[in-house]
């Protein structure tokens, strides 16, 4: 299967010379771009560039695909963190395979027709009796779709009646999680390069995990060679918890049990001390940042112009659609390039970098070199926009930091994931818009129990 994009009008490498090219073609075959520049005349199929700029596909470090089915709901949108999650618990017990595919299916549609190529899911409520059904749905919405999806085997084992917040039943023994965990390992990672499908492993929090969960976790990735994720510093609260039962701050507390190091990175990461950012560079471990649910939900700043500054990897993600609430990963980039400009003023990272930070900065968190940059040998996932439209008139300047200064608003023209057009004219190809739109709306009233 070829593909080639033709007569692109500007194309945003991200590559390590952060090159802008002008009036180039961009040849893919089999999902791996072979040429860029060359003057090749036909493929398998064939898109006009003319007035469009191309981007690397942006990579979402961190999200809660189930979650887009209780977002915007009003009892909650007043709250921060733990009442939150008490509250939602309720609904979330009920969770099953048709709505975590619904929900899947729409999130990943959403990140897809915003330009988001690659999307991390950290699934850690897992009903009774759901075993495996939960992540073989969203592999199912994934490959629907088209789209280069990361799952984590989440986890939780202190419910209510131990300390935690959520109910008993979506909490397992650490018996029963790392014989889940081995499973799915096994079933979907694939560690090779290009690669569509990776599983990591990602007990919920340290205030809803035992430190047994947390140490056998970080043995068993490490047995597996798959990767590490869980939230970290996200709340005063979290960081108040941790003191009383442990004493000691969350990183600290994480490290003790071998939680720190380039395989670990972390959702939030918004209190760390001038000394913890230190050891996060040292270590090599990696923080996604998550601005717009960072503000929902009142927990706070990270302090990532300080982060980048020090070597941290740092990279871009929406969060949970119930703390976003949407999949919008453009919207994320340029809320975050606002957000530290108003806090850090000319510390503050610049669109281009805000780019960077979704793209080779999220790459190197979830631990890949073949995605993130438009270069010759990487895989072919990447999106176009249009410029010849009102809303963009004049911005043709600096398309480099344009999505950060001047963001976007609405679908993208195209998608690409390893060399398919997912997103064509702004529509999904792999599935029927309309079609789901329905389905996922009745999915969703009966989950909710609301009309």
């Known amino acids: 299967m070829t593909l080639l994009i033709k007569n692109i009008t500007y194309l945003v490498t991200c590559d390590d010379d952060n090159r802008v090219l002008k009036e180039v073609n961009v040849f893919v075959e089999d999902g791996i771009i072979k040429s860029i520049g060359a003057d090749v005349q036909t493929a398998d199929d064939v898109i006009d560039g003319s007035h469009m700029v191309m981007y690397p596909g942006l990579i979402n470090t961190h999200h809660h695909l189930y979650q887009t089915f209780s977002r915007n709901l009003p009892e909650v949108q007043n709250m921060e963190l733990f009442p939150w999650l008490k509250t939602l618990y309720e609904i979330w017990k009920n969770l099953n395979p048709d709505t975590v595919y619904y929900s899947s299916l729409t999130g990943m549609g959403e990140l897809l027709k915003t330009g988001c190529t690659c999307c991390l899911d950290h699934h850690y409520v897992f009903p009774a009796g759901t075993g495996m059904d939960l992540l073989d749905s969203q592999f199912a919405a994934a490959d629907a779709l088209g789209m280069r999806f990361h799952a984590t085997r989440g986890s939780m084992d202190l419910s209510v009646k131990d300390g935690g917040l959520p109910p008993d039943s979506v909490v397992q023994t650490v018996d029963e999680i790392m014989k889940d965990s081995e499973d799915a390992v096994r079933k979907y990672h694939d560690a090779?390069?290009?690669?569509?499908?990776?599983?990591?492993?990602?007990?919920?929090?340290?205030?809803?995990?035992?430190?047994?969960?947390?140490?056998?976790?970080?043995?068993?990735?490490?047995?597996?060679?798959?990767?590490?994720?869980?939230?970290?510093?996200?709340?005063?609260?979290?960081?108040?918890?941790?003191?009383?039962?442990?004493?000691?701050?969350?990183?600290?507390?994480?490290?003790?049990?071998?939680?720190?190091?380039?395989?670990?990175?972390?959702?939030?990461?918004?209190?760390?001390?001038?000394?913890?950012?230190?050891?996060?560079?040292?270590?090599?471990?990696?923080?996604?940042?998550?601005?717009?649910?960072?503000?929902?939900?009142?927990?706070?700043?990270?302090?990532?112009?300080?982060?980048?500054?020090?070597?941290?990897?740092?990279?871009?993600?929406?969060?949970?659609?119930?703390?976003?609430?949407?999949?919008?990963?453009?919207?994320?980039?340029?809320?975050?390039?606002?957000?530290?400009?108003?806090?850090?003023?000319?510390?503050?990272?610049?669109?281009?970098?805000?780019?960077?930070?979704?793209?080779?900065?999220?790459?190197?968190?979830?631990?890949?070199?073949?995605?993130?940059?438009?270069?010759?040998?990487?895989?072919?996932?990447?999106?176009?926009?249009?410029?010849?439209?009102?809303?963009?008139?004049?911005?043709?300047?600096?398309?480099?930091?344009?999505?950060?200064?001047?963001?976007?608003?609405?679908?993208?023209?195209?998608?690409?994931?390893?060399?398919?057009?997912?997103?064509?004219?702004?529509?999904?190809?792999?599935?029927?818009?309309?079609?789901?739109?329905?389905?996922?709306?009745?999915?969703?009233?009966?989950?909710?129990?609301?009309?």
């Open 192 to 451: 090779s390069r290009y690669s569509m499908h990776q599983v990591a492993l990602a007990p919920c929090s340290p205030f809803s995990v035992s430190f047994e969960l947390l140490k056998e976790s970080a043995k068993l990735a490490r047995k597996l060679h798959v990767r590490l994720h869980t939230h970290l510093a996200e709340t005063k609260d979290e960081e108040n918890y941790t003191l009383e039962r442990f004493g000691m701050r969350p990183l600290e507390y994480m490290e003790s049990l071998g939680w720190i190091g380039p395989d670990v990175w972390y959702a939030h990461g918004i209190h760390f001390n001038d000394a913890e950012l230190k050891r996060l560079a040292e270590t090599g471990t990696g923080v996604a940042h998550c601005p717009i649910s960072n503000m929902k939900l009142s927990s706070g700043i990270a302090r990532i112009p300080e982060m980048l500054k020090l070597g941290v990897r740092v990279g871009l993600a929406v969060d949970g659609s119930a703390s976003n609430d949407g999949s919008d990963l453009l919207e994320e980039l340029r809320t975050g390039f606002l957000l530290h400009r108003l806090n850090s003023s000319s510390a503050a990272p610049t669109g281009y970098d805000m780019l960077k930070i979704a793209t080779r900065g999220s790459a190197s968190i979830l631990g890949r070199d073949d995605i993130g940059q438009i270069a010759e040998g990487m895989a072919a996932d990447f999106f176009l926009i249009n410029m010849d439209r009102l809303s963009l008139t004049g911005a043709q300047f600096d398309v480099s930091s344009m999505l950060g200064t001047v963001g976007y608003k609405g679908n993208v023209d195209y998608t690409v994931v390893n060399g398919r057009v997912v997103v064509r004219e702004g529509r999904l190809t792999g599935v029927d818009e309309e079609k789901i739109t329905a389905e996922a709306n009745h999915c969703v009233s009966r989950y909710l129990g609301r009309s």
